[in-house]
């Protein structure tokens, strides 16, 4: 079976780390997969300055799609990844195959994170970020109890190896100008759900312009179900 390219974005505070398993699953079944790491994150954190922003991650993955000449890729984003794979789309359209939105956010030109979540979610990111000492970078938001409804020491494996996320793309608007060529999809993480993604499922479950799957997992079904997203990426990929 051939397979287009699968370049996969991990979420906010995660690295590419994230995707071990479903990309070792994808790699079985025979695909090309990438699974960048986003500047200041993870192993990359030392690289983290104030002037990291949502085009630095953009140009990331950008990078990564040049530099390996990719072309007929299916560009999955997991939550913050949505912002990423999103203007990638904008400056790349030409090399995808597919967009997939994995409980991720979904941003219009010109809207941030911080636009998207509203004004309380801005002032408790720069709140800890101050009361941490680093002001650019905000330290982990969300419980892995709440993203993957675990416990005990599985949660606190996973919690030992976030890292802070640089303000700057949190804050930073995607410039994505044009409708995307790419099909996209959109996947919906039904249980569990946290309340942050639920318009952009809605949205896309009504419109004629997306394909549409819910799984029967959390937030974090990558880490909790690698299986069922991988089986899901490899279909879209085949």
Same mark, same amino acid.
């Given at each position: ?8 974005? @991990? ?22 997969? @990438? ?32 530099? @390996? ?69 905000? +330290? ?36 994505? +100008? ?40 959390? @937030? ?19």
């Amino acid at each position: 079976m051939t397979f287009r390219t699968c370049v996969l974005v @991990h979420g906010g505070w995660h690295g590419g780390w994230h995707w071990d398993d479903v990309a070792a699953r994808l790699r079985n079944a025979g695909a090309d997969v @990438h699974a960048p790491t986003l500047t200041g994150l993870a192993e990359r954190a030392g690289e983290a300055t104030a002037q990291t922003d949502m085009s630095t991650h953009v140009a990331d993955v950008v990078r990564v799609i040049d530099e @390996h000449g990719l072309d007929d890729v299916v560009l999955v984003g997991h939550s913050y990844g949505g912002m990423v794979i999103t203007g990638v789309a904008a400056e790349r359209g030409d090399r995808l195959a597919e967009l997939v939105y994995l409980d991720a956010f979904v941003p219009q030109d010109g809207q941030s994170v911080g636009d998207l979540l509203g004004p309380d979610f801005t002032a408790a990111a720069r709140a800890l970020a101050e009361a941490a000492g680093t002001p650019s970078l905000i +330290p982990p938001m969300f419980p892995i109890e709440d993203t993957t409804g675990w416990s005990g020491e599985r949660a606190a494996a996973i919690a030992r190896r976030l890292t802070s996320h640089p303000i700057g793309t949190m804050e930073e608007p995607v410039r994505a +100008p044009a409708e995307p060529a790419a099909r996209r999809t959109f996947v919906y993480c039904n249980a569990r759900p946290l309340g942050i993604v639920e318009p952009y499922a809605s949205a896309a479950r009504e419109s004629p312009d997306w394909d549409y799957y819910e799984l029967a997992g959390p @937030h974090d079904a990558v880490r909790v179900m690698p299986a069922t997203v991988a089986g899901l990426i490899e279909s879209l990929a085949s």
